[in-house]
């Protein structure tokens, strides 16, 4: 069974920092592109960024470009969102997820919270 | 990246059939066959329902089925049930090498 745990999230104040995880498994880490996906409260969904199964390719939605760094450990079957410069429109659940460029987003993490605020 | 456009709320009777859109460019929807869409009820995580424009994943039911005209994509349930009642949102990969989300459709089954 394909289990994908977020971890990380909580309250930070506009400006700091924050590293969500993300633990997989049931699946072959090392060879699964992965993703992750924000939703603000009562919001749609937002693609944030992906990385791909080798952690050379890293894509990023306009909007955090610069701030967040994604990045993957296969030794720890983890991925990783490292986010600077927290705004408060960066408000959201943070949803990993693996990822197939034609296969879409085909697991999904239960979610973490990020409040930014002050 | 703008968000695709889908309709806020679509709602249909127990048994009925009914339709999503998803409209985009031709940077996105029209250029690239990687359209998937998502189940998402209240509080839970998203659900894969239909990937590269009209493949259902397994477990998925065949009552799910999706098209693509154009700029446009198109999400239809038939036999609508009542947990088919949810948040439905489609998904492009674009000319930018991105991901776009439409903006999210409520389906209520009366």
């Known amino acids: 069974e394909v289990q994908l745990v977020e971890s990380g999230g909580g309250l930070v104040q506009p400006g700091g920092s924050l590293r969500l995880s993300c633990e997989a498994s049931g699946f072959t880490f090392s060879s699964s592109w992965m993703s992750w996906v924000r939703q603000a409260p009562g919001k749609g969904l937002e693609w944030v960024a992906h990385i791909n199964s080798g952690g050379s390719e890293e894509y990023y939605v306009d909007s955090v470009k610069g701030r967040f760094t994604i990045s993957r450990d296969h030794t720890k079957n983890s991925l990783y969102l490292q986010m600077n410069s927290l705004r408060v429109e960066d408000t959201a659940v943070y949803y990993c997820a693996r990822f197939g460029v034609r296969a879409g987003w085909s697991d999904w993490g239960q979610g973490s919270l990020v409040t930014v605020s002050s | ?110």
């Not at chain 2, 009777?13 to 066959?33: K, L, W």
């Not at chain 2, 869409?37 to 990937?51: D, N, S, T």
């Open chain 2, 1 to 110: 990246q703008s968000a695709l456009t889908q309709p806020a709320s679509v709602s249909g009777s127990p048994g009925q059939s009914i339709t999503i859109s998803c409209t985009g460019t031709s940077s996105d929807v029209g250029g690239y066959n990687y359209v998937s869409w998502y189940q998402q009820h209240p509080g839970k995580a998203p659900k894969l329902m239909i990937y590269e424009v009209t493949n259902r994943p397994s477990g998925v039911p065949d009552r799910f089925s999706a098209s693509k005209s154009g700029n446009t994509a198109s999400l239809t349930i038939s036999g609508l049930q009542a947990e088919d009642e949810a948040d439905y949102y489609c998904s492009s990969y674009t000319s930018s090498r991105t991901y776009v989300f439409g903006t999210g459709t409520k389906v209520t089954v009366l």
